[in-house]
């Protein structure tokens, strides 16, 4: 039997007010806080907040689902988003924002020539203002995690404990509202130092600082972990890994990962101690020497140092007191939605993109003829440059001294793959 369609709002109104008020706190009236009946005229004893050895629990990430729709219209058909249904709903710190205004909407550069193109229109848009530095010290709160229209991965509003000052960072993956985290940039706070019974050894203080959120320098992060907002100079702010879903790894000094060829140590840790050290260090003394005389890196300074295997394979040696911030960048499944229809591309100011074999002859170099042909030349852009890899942009003499291991190349992938003919004649092989 067919039920009885009741209003939304008649539903609302006959449900109960609590149910509809999911951020409400349940507060327990019936054990009171020792703290009231006490003497409020004496300031109870701070505690130290890192005396307590329980680690903040990592927030368990659903299985890997986007939120579809019911196709009632055809723009919503092959919609497909992220569920982030832990984002604010609100406005913006407004403090913290500013209005993106200026004819660079458009793709204009200051003299009003289009430099960008498929650029323009969409919905107005406030600029928020997020810190790379995490230079303040102290305990921060966070508030909430935010959507930002100005980059794909999520920020977090934070609150600092004793200055209440705000602050927008890069929300970790799993960060949610009222998680705690904490700059070291400035040095180890001594009630740190104090909770560990005065020791500095690297270990105990890894375990008390390695967490999620957390901003340290690269010499305090052990090999191994994931980072994202790394920086590339000392005291200077995150540059890389600040997009959704983007990390790198800390995988040791240069000299060893050289040693290993990119490969992460293992047992013996980066510094070259233990038994798989010692036979890094005699198996791979050759080769180190020679790497280090290919990317002439042999300039005595790599203790200064630390090699971050990058997203896109490559490894590099940045300065072991350059920032960097524990875990990934939130909102993972970014790349992985699909705005269902052309309105929405329209709506986040990309404009529609043309092919050239589609316009006149006038105004591109592939227009023109009759049907979909280019004339039988190279791709070539608007401007008429090779598009397809055809300039050679690296020149020998303008050495990246930075890098330890470049990236993989796709190309290089292609040519170890057998064509077709080759795997025609593997078959005729085996048959025969």
């Known amino acids: 039997m067919l039920q009885p369609r009741i209003h939304h709002r008649l539903a609302r109104s006959l449900l109960p007010y609590t149910s509809l008020c999911t951020y409400a706190q349940a507060i327990d009236h019936l054990h009171p806080s020792p703290l009231s009946t006490a003497n409020t005229d004496v300031d109870p004893p701070q505690p130290n907040p890192y005396d307590s050895n329980i680690r903040p629990e990592d927030?368990?990430?659903?299985?890997?689902?986007?939120?579809?729709?019911?196709?009632?219209?055809?723009?919503?058909?092959?919609?497909?988003?992220?569920?982030?249904?832990?984002?604010?709903?609100?406005?913006?710190?407004?403090?913290?924002?500013?209005?993106?205004?200026g004819?660079?909407?458009?793709?204009?550069?200051?003299?009003?020539?289009?430099?960008?193109?498929?650029?323009?229109?969409?919905?107005?848009?406030?600029?928020?203002?997020?810190?790379?530095?995490?230079?303040?010290?102290?305990?921060?709160?966070?508030?909430?995690?935010?959507?930002?229209?100005?980059?794909?991965?999520?920020?977090?509003?934070?609150?600092?404990?004793e200055t209440r000052e705000k602050s927008y960072i890069i929300a970790a993956q799993g960060m949610r509202a009222g998680e705690?985290?904490?700059?070291?940039?400035a040095g180890i706070p001594q009630k740190l130092i104090e909770s560990l019974g005065g020791s500095t050894d690297a270990g105990m203080v890894a375990a008390k600082t390695v967490w999620r959120g957390n901003c340290l320098p690269l010499r305090m992060v052990p090999t191994?972990?994931?980072?994202?907002?790394?920086?590339?100079?000392?005291?200077?702010?995150?540059?890389?890994?600040?997009?959704?879903?983007?990390?790198?790894?800390?995988?040791?000094?240069?000299?060893?990962?050289?040693?290993?060829?990119?490969?992460?140590?293992?047992?013996?840790?980066?510094?070259?101690?233990?038994?798989?050290?010692?036979?890094?260090?005699?198996e791979g003394e050759e080769e180190g020497r020679e790497g280090m005389k290919k990317n002439k890196n042999g300039n005595g300074n790599d203790e200064l140092y630390v090699a971050v295997r990058?997203?896109?394979?490559?490894?590099?040696?940045?300065?072991?007191?350059?920032?960097?911030?524990?875990?990934?960048?939130?909102?993972?499944?970014?790349?992985?939605?699909?705005?269902?229809?052309?309105?929405?591309s329209r709506w986040l100011g990309i404009r529609p993109t043309v092919r050239g074999v589609a316009m006149?002859?006038?105004?591109?170099?592939?227009?023109?003829?009759?049907?979909?042909?280019?004339?039988?030349?190279?791709?070539?852009?608007?401007?008429g440059t090779l598009t397809k890899g055809g300039y050679k942009t690296r020149k020998k003499r303008n050495v990246n001294r930075f890098l330890v291991q470049e990236r993989p190349r796709s190309i290089n992938n292609r040519s170890k793959k057998p064509g077709k003919n080759e795997q025609k004649k593997g078959k005729s092989k085996g048959k025969n």
């Open 59 to 101: 927030t368990p990430e659903p299985p890997f689902a986007l939120r579809t729709y019911k196709p009632r219209t055809p723009g919503i058909r092959h919609l497909k988003r992220p569920i982030n249904d832990h984002l604010h709903r609100g406005r913006a710190y407004l403090p913290l924002t500013f209005a993106r205004k």
């Open 103 to 161: 004819q660079h909407l458009g793709g204009r550069n200051n003299s009003g020539r289009i430099t960008v193109r498929h650029r323009g229109g969409g919905a107005k848009r406030r600029i928020r203002i997020v810190d790379f530095h995490r230079n303040a010290p102290g305990r921060h709160t966070v508030e909430r995690i935010e959507y930002d229209p100005g980059r794909s991965a999520h920020i977090a509003l934070l609150t600092n404990n």
């Open 180 to 185: 705690t985290v904490e700059s070291f940039r």
């Open 224 to 282: 191994g972990t994931l980072v994202y907002n790394v920086g590339l100079k000392r005291g200077g702010k995150a540059q890389l890994c600040r997009s959704a879903g983007t990390f790198a790894m800390v995988i040791g000094s240069p000299g060893d990962v050289e040693k290993r060829g990119g490969k992460l140590a293992q047992g013996g840790g980066g510094d070259g101690q233990g038994e798989q050290g010692e036979q890094w260090e005699e």
């Open 310 to 344: 990058l997203k896109s394979g490559e490894v590099r040696k940045i300065h072991r007191d350059a920032c960097a911030t524990i875990g990934t960048a939130s909102n993972s499944n970014y790349n992985r939605r699909q705005l269902g229809k052309a309105g929405r």
């Open 360 to 383: 006149n002859a006038s105004d591109h170099p592939h227009g023109g003829g009759r049907g979909k042909s280019k004339g039988n030349v190279q791709p070539v852009s608007i401007w």
